[in-house]
């Protein structure tokens, strides 16, 4: 796909930055949303259906067609099940599900217009493997597959897809903070002996987004984790 409008939501995480890097060296027209009100990139509060509203409504004056939207944006509340609270769950869901969720809502008549148009959201393989005193992170991550799901299904006569990405363990973003020693232990469970570069996610992301008959499937790309 080049000389398209991509619209990568939470185009300032790791990820998100370098799917940003990655999409303009491909020809595409990038429009990246951020949550911190500065002069550059679009703002979006995912948590906001009227931020969200809003967004998608200036993208669309501004661009016309959208082409595709890849979703970045995610908060971990990390804790053993037994001491976290509702609000844990709630706001890990509120960002990794609901979010995207309004994205969808929003764009959907747009790409129903178009009668085309590309769903990539970030998942992780959390959703399918668990995560370790993640438990709202895996299980908001699990339903967002299932919401890509939903929309290959309902919207796919549309000539719409949706599909999700799951990373493994990457080096930056939300690992970032992971002490060397941990990040060596995590490196040893993939079958390339290395974590995932945030280079290497944007390759895979853009590169599928070339794939017609790509839709209602979680992509695993993690360097071979040992199950
Ligand atoms: N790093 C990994 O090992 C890894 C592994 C598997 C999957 N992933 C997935 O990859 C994606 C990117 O992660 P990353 O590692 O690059 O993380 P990151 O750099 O920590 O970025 C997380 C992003 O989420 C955004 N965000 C949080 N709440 C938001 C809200 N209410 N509205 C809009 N944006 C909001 C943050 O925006 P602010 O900058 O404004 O706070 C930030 O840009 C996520 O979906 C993550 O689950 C990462």
Redesign the pocket.
């Known amino acids: 796909m080049q000389n398209k409008n991509l619209l990568v ?9 370098a799917i940003v890097r990655q999409a303009e060296n491909n020809n595409y027209q990038v429009i990246s ?4 009100a500065d002069a550059s990139g679009l703002f ?5 259906d009227e931020s969200v509203r809003t967004a998608v409504q200036q993208v669309t004056a501004d661009f016309g067609t959208i082409d595709a939207v890849i ?6 509340n990390d804790g053993l099940i037994h001491t976290l609270d509702e609000d844990a769950w709630r706001t890990a869901f ?3 599900m609901f ?1 995207a969720a309004r994205v969808a809502r929003h764009l959907l008549p747009h790409f129903i217009k178009a009668r085309k148009g590309i769903f990539q959201f ?5 959703a399918v493997r668990g995560a370790t005193g993640a438990a709202p ?1 895996s299980c908001s ?1 699990a339903a967002l597959n299932a919401l890509a799901l939903n929309i290959a299904h309902d919207y796919g006569r549309f000539n719409i897809r949706a599909y999700t990405v ?11 903070h992971l002490p060397k020693e941990k990040k060596t232990l995590l490196a040893r469970e993939s079958s390339l002996k290395r ?2 570069t ?1 280079a290497d ?1 944007a390759h895979f992301c853009i590169a599928t987004l070339d794939s017609p008959y790509l839709t209602g499937t979680a992509l695993t790309l993690d360097g071979g984790l040992a199950s």
């Open positions: 939501v939470g185009g300032s995480s790791e990820i998100g930055t949303t951020k949550r911190s979006m509060d995912v948590t906001s979703y970045a944006p995610a908060l971990s509120d960002v990794n979010g970030i998942s992780s393989t959390a992170y991550k799951m990373p493994g363990y990457v080096d930056g973003g939300m690992l970032a974590l995932a945030p996610i």
